[in-house]
């Protein structure tokens, strides 16, 4: 599938442009390479649950790296956080391999069945079937997560899966006191986890979610995580997991076979990277759209002089770049293997430069003048997590089900709790998913193609200093980490970065979402003026940042303020 590139934006950027034009603000060389030579010689991790915090260090103490304690934190979220992540979803990282000054991509999405049948999530009238689309077994792709860990542990980790899963299954088998976020996913998804027994059998108990104090044990999943330890990728894709999972799906109406399991792939691919003011930014490529339209956004912004502009002023062009890079991201991204798509153009600065011009001085440009959502606001229902190990290591994972507690359905005997990631393709051409967002024939669903993605882990090297940084929250996720780009580049330290205050514009619907904070009145009555709709949206994403300040060489690692039950810890 190949689509028209917007050659004229193109060309208005060669006829027009400013790249280049602010090269004095923008003089310092990237410094990617500046930090090869050393190591922090200590570590940080910053994740969602304190737990998954300590099981990293657990596996960093029995002589792991930053991927080992990767595979300790996400499979130990797979068991403290299942509304966020798990075993039965997946996830994407953005790695820095110090032995051998290596940036790597690891996408462990997952893809649909073989058997996917559009049809499937139409109503009889040819409406979206929202149903099916999120709930229940054909609401969920074929999980990536499992071989992902495996990818990290047999390629960049020390360690063998049994000691790097320990944590993870010994707390499932043990138990622990799930969080007031678990416990209100679990009520807030009563009615629904009711319909299927095993889901029922996992988070209820007679019918109810757990209480704050209960201990709350998954020994289905820890034996789930045992045979994935012992036996690696055969573990899960094939034999006794793989044949219930099958049975599971196939019995409450879905359509896997065990082939879908056993042809799933890992795929590494080339992050994207931009540089920005100094700063190499190195980030998720297609089937996410989070590294292209952040790159996109900061191409968009490397034309103005940002230091020299006020609150609205800069607003209004982080908005407008906004705007134009959710556009494409509606046009034109989808999974790589499937689509062919122009990212020579999307991520060209002159491309960036006519995009610019388009850009009026002092007034909004109404999405509809330049081409269509709904917006609902996003349970921040996925989870990411940032590591440095003391060798300079890096990761940067953000992993999920999709929507709060996925599909809500748990197969039979396995403990695994299926995503519902299926809605994040365009199953119905031009409506919305459950994130507001639009998709073209290149994010349409096909047998064993990756759904995209908005997940945008990402590392981001300066001059001094170096950020691990990403974020949850649906098509939120690209403006979060965005600014949270952007504030560390402003000299914010992790926990000013996680804590920063955000907003949120997705081209459609045409409304800026704001977060409680971000803009002082006058800021809002300016941006009103200027044809913005602002509106307060609540729930924002989760942010987890491990910053390395080079010149001293300590490190500083921060959990999102929004959520205490994380932890950020550097030892
Ligand atoms: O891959 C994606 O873009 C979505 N499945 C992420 C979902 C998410 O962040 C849920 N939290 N709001």
Redesign the pocket.
Known sequence: MRFAPRWDVLLLGFLLGTSGAFAADNPTPSTHEAQLAQRPGHAGIASANALATEAGFEVLSKGGNAFDAAIAVASTLSVVEPE?SGIGGGFMATMYVASGHRDVFVDA?ETAPAAINPKDYLNPDGTPNRDTALKGPLSAGIPGEPAGLVWLAKHYGKLPLTVSLAPAIRTARDGFKPDSRLIGSIQEERENIQRWPASAAKFLTNGNAPIAGDIWRDPEQAHTLELLAQYGDSGFYSGETAQKLVDAVRAAGGNWTLKDLSSYRVRERAPITVDYRGYKIITAPPP?SGGVAIAEILNILSGFDMSKLDQVQRTHLVIESMRRAFRDHNDYLGDPDFVKMPLDMLLSPYYADGLRQTILPDKATPSSMLAPSSGQD?????THFSIIDADGNMVAI?S?V??VLGSTFVAQGTGVLLND?M??FALVPNKPNV?GLLGSKANAPEPGKR?????SPSLVIGPDRTAVIGS??????ITQVLEGILAFIDGGDAHQVAAHKRFHHQYMPDVVTVEAGAFDPATSDALTRMGYTLKTRD?W?FMNVVIWDRRTNKLDAASDPRRPDGLGKVQ
């Open positions: 966020s999405r996410s996003p349970g921040m229902h996925t953000t999920t999709n929507y990631e809605d994040d994130y759904m995209l993605s908005s997940m949850p929250g649906g098509s939120t996720i729930s994403g």
